[in-house]
């Protein structure tokens, strides 16, 4: 029999997992709704179609992986719920960032309903800039994971994803989305990570070192 103490009322959240690549949020995304099989809740749990990597499939770099939804836009999430899930308690959505905007007032539409909402996904692109998908789900959410990688460069916490063509950072202008992995990007701490041909800032500082 379900355990839906926690769930048997209405009190939907929003969870976020973010991240540069390769620091775990999909496995964290996957452990999170894993664990909610002992109890006997249920889940749904979404994919945006443009990710080919895998099929119908949530998968982490450590093994897990779940069945997911692929829908082409975030308002396919709604609709899904609403002939198909209406009752089911928990959604997960993972690569967030390759939602459209609305993605954030879908995840509080649902959290507003009840639901509890978990949503893995980069909060910076490969530019090093905000992904504007994710910051209206960050600022919606009542609570936000940060995951780091290991930059490849030195070994320092990494907070940013390099996008590489043919071995060298990708330029500022390039596509902002392209679906890939390892043979296109890795991750990088702060001080090592590059975008080239990136505009210089408005702003400078003169900073006194004597």
């Known amino acids: 029999m379900p355990k839906t103490n926690a ?3 209405p009190k939907g959240w929003i969870e976020v997992i973010c991240g540069p690549m390769f620091s775990g949020k999909s496995e964290e995304l ?4 894993n664990r909610l099989k002992y109890a006997d809740v249920n889940f749904l749990l979404f994919k945006p179609r443009i990710d080919t990597r895998t099929k119908k499939t949530v998968k982490s ?3 897990r992986k779940n069945t ?3 829908v082409d836009s975030s308002s396919e999430i709604v609709q899904y719920l609403s002939k198909h899930g209406s009752e089911v308690p928990v959604i997960g959505i993972d690569e967030a960032q390759f939602f459209d905007e609305e993605i954030g007032n879908i995840c509080e539409l649902l959290a507003n309903n009840g639901h509890i909402i978990y949503v893995a996904g980069l909060d910076l692109d490969f530019r090093g800039e905000p992904f504007k998908s994710m910051l209206a789900v960050l600022a919606y959410a009542e609570k936000t994971t940060k995951l780091t990688a290991i930059c490849t ?22 596509s902002l989305i392209k679906v890939g992995d390892v043979e296109k990007y890795t991750a990088r701490c702060r001080h090592h990570h590059v ?7 408005k ?3 003169d900073i006194d070192n004597k």
Do not use: M, N, W
Request: hydrophobic fraction near 25%.
């Open 153 to 174: 460069e030195c070994g320092a916490p990494a907070t940013r994803t390099q996008r590489l063509i043919d071995g060298e950072p990708a330029s500022y202008y390039s």
């Open 68 to 70: 997911a939804i692929t």
């Open 61 to 63: 770099r450590d093994g």
């Open 7 to 9: 769930f048997s009322t």
């Open 203 to 205: 702003y400078h500082f």
């Open 30 to 33: 996957l452990r999170r709704l």
């Open 195 to 201: 975008v080239k041909d990136k505009p210089t800032s």
